[in-house]
Nanobody
Framework: QVQLVESGGGSVQPGGSLRLSCVAS????????MGWYRQARGKQRELVET???????NYADSAKGRFTLSRDNAKNTVFLQMNSLKPEDTAVYYC??????????????WGKGTLITVSS
């Protein structure tokens, strides 16, 4: 099992910045990918940005040039630096972990989510 604790959500004005953090604990040796998804009210959950242990990054077009994912593998932590925030970035942001335990099927873990509101 992997437990995830997110922090860093809140309210910000358009054009502002926020930084999200997510710390993983438990069976962290099985983690392959960490990152973030988001879900706006009335919409499906969607990819924001994820990164594998080997450094491969996958991101949404909406994140390109504005959001930066980073990982501290020694501390099992993933960060999302969000700049130039827009009202359409308003959503609940979920920490995401894709784990591959030895000899077992892959598992996806989700954090509880942290709300980001971008509004003037």
């Amino acid at each position: 099992q992997v437990q995830l604790v997110e922090s860093g959500g809140g309210s910000v004005q358009p054009g502002g910045s926020l930084r999200l953090s997510c710390v993983a604990s438990g069976s962290t040796f099985s983690i392959n990918t960490m990152g973030w998804y988001r879900q706006a009210r009335g919409k499906q959950r969607e990819l924001v940005e994820t990164g594998t242990n080997s450094g491969n990054i996958n991101y949404a077009d909406s994140a390109k040039g504005r959001f930066t994912l980073s990982r501290d593998n020694a501390k099992n932590t993933v960060f999302l630096q969000m700049n130039s925030l827009k009202p359409e970035d308003t959503a609940v942001y979920y920490c995401y972990v894709f784990a591959v335990p030895p000899g077992k099927d892959a598992i996806v873990y989700w954090g509880k989510g942290t709300l980001i509101t971008v509004s003037s």
